[in-house]
């Protein structure tokens, strides 16, 4: 691939051979982030991208759709497949589309949604003034309980009572604990309100079994497609028929135009891998060497938020340590470690600066990474945070974190 890039553009070839090199020199612990499949890759690189497809499947404005038709209905059947779901839109250019869809096939603008504080964990197109939810709709937020850091569904329970919203959206950027949809079905159905589910950080863990389904209790969830689901960047819509219609009009015509059939394709791929075996001993893992980098960071001295997770993530506090997130973030980035500054819970930092950090496992669990390997992790990070002002000391971990990562080969041959 690069040699073809030299020879047609030598400027880009360069920048993508960085990228390429920083993602296989670095350790890559953002919670979000994952290394998708070359086959993912590959098709992320087909002929589709060549293709206008406005419409659905067998209802195209355009000539020429055969096997756009063919392969958007193969996404869609195994996305259901996974998901135990009636129906399901592979179309959304994203998460925050997917939500912005689901939203408005329930709601119009002026009505009242109720979502987990960004403040919280809650991400920002569950009501944040800064995105167009907070901006259509008439927000209320819940939030976690100060003292166990978990989801405060009391509080969730008296709002649902009390501002009777249109919809209560559940589902968290920042949340290192399972959910319990149970709760959140029951304040949906105290005000008459839509439940939606952004399922967007946990949907591989949902594939495989491994957390708790919302699909059953919500009325729709929507999701990103390379999170812990390790496809290509995209939204998913999964729901009942009987919202069917109302979905797809609102993804196609109301937001979008053309859907990205080769990220559509991209989709199928990566669909077909979360129906093998391999994808659950994945997510296994995933979960495996979160607790451990959990169990590890706690020891050393690290509060974490909640004291733990149950996921693929975990929320650091790092007040103790008297540094803000931003500066972790830069210190460890300094060391080969990515992660991202994050707010904790009733955090005094402003968000530009946070008192937190936010660690993930997915994408060092696909490069495969186990328990041995965290705990190295384990080790440069307390070895970093401890002298953030030390350049040589934090070269000299980037140097081992290097060593570390070609044992772990990415992209081989690329
Ligand atoms: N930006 C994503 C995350 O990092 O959680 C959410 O969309």
């Not at 060549?50 to 059947?77: M, V």
């Not at 079905?185 to 495989?208: F, K, P």
């Not at 669990?365 to 440069?380: A, C, H, L, N, S």
Request: proline share 4%; net charge neutral.
């Amino acid at each position: 691939m690069e040699t073809f890039l030299d020879d047609q553009d030598l400027q880009v070839s360069a920048i993508i051979k960085g990228e390429l090199d920083r993602q296989r020199q670095g350790l890559e612990l953002i919670a979000s982030e994952n290394f998708v499949s070359r086959m993912v890759l590959t098709v992320l690189g087909s002929v589709f991208t060549n293709k206008y497809a406005e419409g659905y499947p067998n209802q195209r404005y355009y000539a020429g759709c055969k096997f756009a038709d063919q392969i958007e209905t193969l996404a869609r059947s195994r996305a259901r497949k996974i998901f135990r779901a009636e129906y399901a839109n592979v179309q959304p250019h994203s998460g925050s589309s997917a939500n912005m869809a689901a939203y408005f096939a329930v709601m119009k603008p002026g009505d009242t949604l109720l979502g987990l504080s960004l403040a919280h964990g809650g991400h920002l197109t569950h009501g944040a003034q800064v995105s167009f939810s907070g901006r259509f709709f008439n927000v209320q937020t819940y939030g976690v309980h100060r003292d166990t850091e978990l989801i405060d569904y009391d509080d969730l329970l008296i709002k649902a009572e009390r501002y009777k919203p249109s919809v209560i959206v559940a589902g968290s950027s920042a949340y290192s604990r399972i959910i319990d949809f149970g709760k959140f079905r029951q304040a949906a159905d105290l005000a008459g309100a839509t439940l939606i589910v952004d399922m967007a950080h946990i949907a591989g863990l949902i594939a495989a079994g491994l957390y708790p389904s919302p699909l059953p209790l919500a009325d729709i969830v929507t999701s990103t497609t390379h999170k812990t689901l390790r496809g290509p960047r995209g939204g998913l819509i999964l729901a009942k028929n009987k919202l069917a219609r109302t979905i797809d009009a609102q993804v196609f015509p109301t937001l979008q135009g053309g859907p990205l059939m080769h990220v559509i394709a991209a989709k199928a791929v990566a669909f077909g891998e979360a129906l093998t075996a391999e994808f659950i001993d994945y997510q296994q893992q995933v979960l495996i060497n979160a607790n451990r980098l959990a169990t590890g960071l706690s020891e050393a001295g690290f509060r974490l938020i909640s004291g733990g997770t149950s996921t693929h993530l975990l929320l650091m506090d790092l007040r103790n340590k008297n540094l803000t997130g931003a500066q972790a973030e830069a210190v460890l980035e300094q060391a080969g470690l990515v992660t991202n500054k994050n707010v904790i819970p009733f955090d005094p930092q402003p968000f530009t600066q946070t008192s937190g950090l936010r660690l993930g496992t997915p994408a060092l669990t696909t490069r495969g990474f186990k328990e041995p390997e965290i705990d190295q992790v384990v080790e440069f990070i307390d070895e970093a945070l401890h002298k953030p002002n030390d350049d040589n000391g934090l070269k000299k971990i980037r140097h081992k974190v290097e060593a570390l990562t070609q044992k772990f080969p990415l992209y081989p041959g690329l």
